[in-house]
């Protein structure tokens, strides 16, 4: 099987998800990092680009300047990861799209729904791929629960209960300045909404990805506690699904004792399902009038669809590194699909698709807009 | 110590509570039934009454006649114990204390608030104490955490995430019929709320109980899910507290796999407390930038005030009936503080007060009137 | 239903399993307790008489004076309960069998298998009913695994792992002197066995109780940990049941975090179960090639033979009070049959029999037998 | 940093645990795979050969020639992955010894005792590292735990009690024929021991890894449950360490309900940690009289020693593959050092050394010598 390149903008020395993304796609083993926009500093740059083992000519120093290297090469990157701050998600995805050049975005997808609808039209136009990493779709549960869905196990839906609490800003909140914050905590680089786009799109994205639901209107509280806060911190939301189904959404920074506890509880009514980020590698699943089962990653009872994702034998966890790989592995398919001349209908995949990212930005900008109204209802589009 | 003696009104064969109520006081031991009017059927007070040992002179055909009769009998019952279905809480209760005699009374405590100011304003001119049932603030870890909340453990208050979902009603939605219904889904016998008035007090009085915070505003969201239902059985509501704090309730008697799951969490900006019910021997309690903590009712590091209620060590579990016997242990000892002729207040002894009874009636007569508005927000008074 | 009566040996003010006995019994409401030998001092037994309303003419000095006086009464008890330190278990209930007098006596039955089996001949030759206080097979989801064995659900049983680790006694260790010592690591007191008779008996009866595997022999090594010590605080044994099964037992009062954690999994060729006394409520129950299953007291799904026992519903919790309070509706439910003149088989009525408590003898015995040997292995009678 | 380069032995197509090995070094990124020798049927090593992108000169047909031919090139590997099946390990590392090539060997290290003191005494005369992968070892909270006990916070040990249950063998067990079995269940290919070796190794290794205890000596009990098992499958200890620590270890591989699940409890007379596999992100600790705490890899409150083991950020899940991998980061270091020149003493490193392998040999035998005289105590050397 031919090996595969691509290039990464963001993800400099310290980045967190830019790593995770590489190390995700060194455990698939059919990609090759080739090149890359790491950091607006030079030195950094210089720096990753020789631990990764860049061609020198190959580690720009702006995206615009890779997009136009890499589009004009004969043996040009298979497709670009995006992980900068929020802000620049849209010009690097529109930069790589416009060169025919497939692309791979953390989210949110941008700041904007207008953007994202942009470059809806212009991956459309050049008949690009888009897939967007709402990593928690990835885990082998997320595609089971998915498919239990899809196979009519618990039912038609009514309820959907999702909350997704982490306490790391409470100590960078009593050490920001002006001069030095993070840039989730600067609206100049992460856009309106800090922890309503960052976590609150993962719970829409997850939802939306497992059940089909579509939001139909939300009204939406943002807290922002602590002395040195700029952007919401709190999110609570009632939510109003198409077809009659509600729900309600939780998110926080500061919900001491939690570390990066998505949790998302599915009710139809027939059945339901929950899951646990931090506990990945199970699904509970409660038939009605049955006890609850925990079923367990890798077992043979799972469905077929999320099976063919297991790496590691059940009871031989799973973790973060392994979503990211399956959303790459879904992806490079699509992409392998593509260079073969098939038609390719993105949807088909498993990775979550730039209309997901579409959506989850409208979702936290109207959120936000229900805030700012006093937390009244606000219907999407 | 003098034996105290009690009255029941409702209760009668097959009432699941009023059983829990009279062996939650026999598990103190120190009162006895005397008394009641357990049905409007003859042949089953009869029953019940041989059953329960009661003198036939004093198994009363009606709470008026048995308020009548005992308020003239120098042996006076101690207390009237209300758990009939709601409609008829404040006309008994108003009977028992015009003669003078305290009142239990189950929540939700009645009707309208309006009905419930009437209860306090008698209460207050006879001079009689006033507990609800309240049961989940019986628990020992209930107690614990009100306690570590006073204490200043987990320091100001930011958010309240609250849930109460069961399931029970599912198959109870398929059999109901205009002749055959349980009266809680029966407005004529329940009130405007179910699920809101069943349980979402029970997370309304808990929070209240523990923290002290008191509700400024809320959005409430009731659906009738299933096609037997008339009265709302999942219930989402936003909420804002006077102070600042915010949060989420959510109850739900159509929740798959969920028997009787009330879980508080309460965020500060010290400390996160954990409360589950069905685990009520257990508070989780999380200080900042340390491990999540898990304590056991009967270890040595409770404070005194929660200490004192326990009744085995820990390890060997406590239950739901010893919560109901801990808030009987209370007002007990109200009665027998008020019958020394003591100065009581009501608030010092730790059951749940007629006050609280009268919030809860408050709480969800708003919900109604928000989601009957549309979940839009209203205030409290 | 004619209420019956019954008296109890020790017990006195500060015994925790006496007030235990007593609040089960009353919360059955169906047994009066009338006369009783509470302590060996006498302020002290005329205290508890009157807290608990006993006629001070059937509160006897020792429990020879009461048995003797009971036995000669027309309106003799029922019953009598023994909870007194082990060493007296054995002279008291032969006395109130030699009167005719059905007993219940608390766990370890006696302190030699000799003295187990006099207790059978006597027992058998005044035709009385005798149960021991096995607590935890009076809980609900004790009859449920129970009968789920019974039922063949799990299949051929292959292994089974039993632990029961405490920490209470680290702190007495350090405050033990000779002249102030608890009974339990006296030997004088207790017998042999420490934490063998009064934990490891409970392993030992559950999983007979549960199973009715029958041990044929063991190895059995106790440890003595902390300078206090006298008796073993620490068990562990290996156990080869008759028919091919083995297992392993451990118990501790040493166990640092763990407060009363009876744990018993028994592993078939079709299914497993997990009982924790702790969640009580619960019963995991893992048939082959399925995800686990966590069952729940009160569901609809439970046996027939467990649901007989239910108390509260589902999701509301029971604790030990009421696991000892169903051994004692057993109990009296054969002591009412006896009564009615109709032919009694114990086994019949669900209480652990004097036959469990001699096996339980003669367990802990063999422990102690083969750790002096050097934990070799030792066959069971 | 100069990258390294490998070979490995085994972990032909299909073989589940040479394909984690590959995962786990290239998430660590600084080594590539250059040679192997994969497989004894041709065209299964040179399709993986192909898959892997290995130059089909280093693409060897046994390792012994592999040995020969990487030992004579000045662009030699740095070392040997051997991931066969048992009884090929010692002959194998012999091999790549005596070239002066290092080796990373699965568990259990050799089939006898003797095997190993073999390969130690040619290490060192080779002056060549030698890491035995106990991948549990490599978990983020075992190196937590290890350091816990270095820095006395549970004091002195006591009591361990180790577990591993898993239940995969049991569909296997009714295939296996004479002509198709696995691997495992093969004495010519296995060993003496089957679960005691490949499952009992890794409690006894990290129990010895993380506590520093030393057996003594133990009396095993092994079981061959089902009909077509010839080798143990459930394993039954009483352990007695140096220095008077007493413990229990089981495994099974017919334990129905159970994945994986590695579970460990080390008891001092200060506090007890627990660790669980299956959820290797978390450890609990518990003080003495103090409420359990749970741990949080990534947490800021980690030892220094475990948390630069850290990947991703606490609540975003690590697995089985990243333990891997930090053992190959361990290895790695020393390998770099020993080119550097510097002195290098394995156990600095934190990867299991060969000792460890050796320790884990001479355990299982001595479980296989116990079972087969009576389960009878033997003791270690």
Redo the contacts between chains.
């Keep these: 099987?031919e090996?595969l390149k691509y290039g990464m903008v963001g993800g400099g020395p310290g980045a967190?998800i830019g790593a995770?993304h590489?190390?995700a796609i060194?455990?698939n083993?059919e990609a090759d990092l080739v090149c890359g926009s790491f950091s607006s500093h030079a030195d950094k740059r210089a720096e990753l680009g020789a631990?990764?083992?860049i061609d020198p000519a190959r580690n720009y120093a702006t995206f615009e300047e890779m997009a136009a290297a890499e589009g004009a090469r004969a043996d040009k990157i298979d497709w670009a990861v995006i992980v900068t701050p929020n802000v620049w998600h849209y010009p690097a995805a529109k930069a790589f799209l416009e060169q025919g050049i497939h692309v791979v975005c953390e989210k949110p997808l941008c700041v904007t729904a207008e953007q994202g609808r942009d470059l809806k039209r212009i991956a459309d136009e050049h008949g690009c791929l888009f897939g967007v990493t709402y990593t928690y779709t990835g885990h082998v549960m997320s595609r089971e629960a998915r498919q239990l869905v899809r196979n009519g196990v618990?039912g038609e839906i009514?309820?959907v209960?999702g909350?997704y609490p982490?306490?790391?800003l409470?100590?960078v909140l009593e050490t920001i300045t002006e001069e030095n914050k993070p840039w989730r905590a600067d609206p100049k680089l992460s856009g309106r909404g800090a922890a309503v786009a960052d976590l609150g799109t993962h719970i829409e994205n997850w939802v939306s990805y497992v059940t089909g639901l579509k939001i139909e209107k939300l009204?939406c509280?943002l807290?922002v506690?602590?002395q040195g806060g700029v952007l919401d911190n709190?999110v609570?939301?009632?939510i109003?699904f198409k077809g009659g189904a509600?729900?309600?959404y939780?998110t926080?920074q500061?919900?001491?004792?939690?570390?990066?506890?998505l949790k998302i509880r599915v009710?139809?009514?027939?059945?339901?399902l929950?899951f646990v980020?931090?506990?990945?590698?199970y699904l509970?699943?409660?038939?009605?009038?049955?006890?609850?089962?925990?079923?367990?990653r890798?077992?043979?009872?799972l469905t077929p669809e999320a099976s063919k994702y297991v790496?590691?034998?059940?009871?031989?966890?799973?973790?973060?590194?392994?979503a990211f790989a399956n959303i790459y592995k879904d992806f490079a398919a699509a992409v392998r699909d593509k260079k073969a001349g098939k038609a390719v209908n993105e949807e088909d995949y498993g990775y979550p698709t730039l209309q997901m990212g579409i959506d989850g930005v409208e979702f936290f900008n109207k959120c936000v807009d229900s805030s700012e109204a006093?937390?009244?209802?606000v219907t999407l589009d």
């Design positions: 099987m090996r967190f995770v590489r190390a060194r455990l083993n631990e990764l083992g618990i009514r309820m209960m909350e982490q306490d790391w409470l100590d009204a509280n807290d506690f602590g709190n609570e939301a009632l109003k509600t729900g309600m939780w926080s500061v919900a001491i004792g939690f570390d990066n506890a009710f139809g009514d027939k059945g339901t929950e980020q931090e506990e990945n590698n509970k699943v409660t038939l009605r009038g049955k006890p609850p089962q925990i079923y367990s890798g077992a043979g009872y790496r590691v034998p059940t009871g031989h966890p799973e973790g973060l590194t392994e006093g937390a009244t209802w």
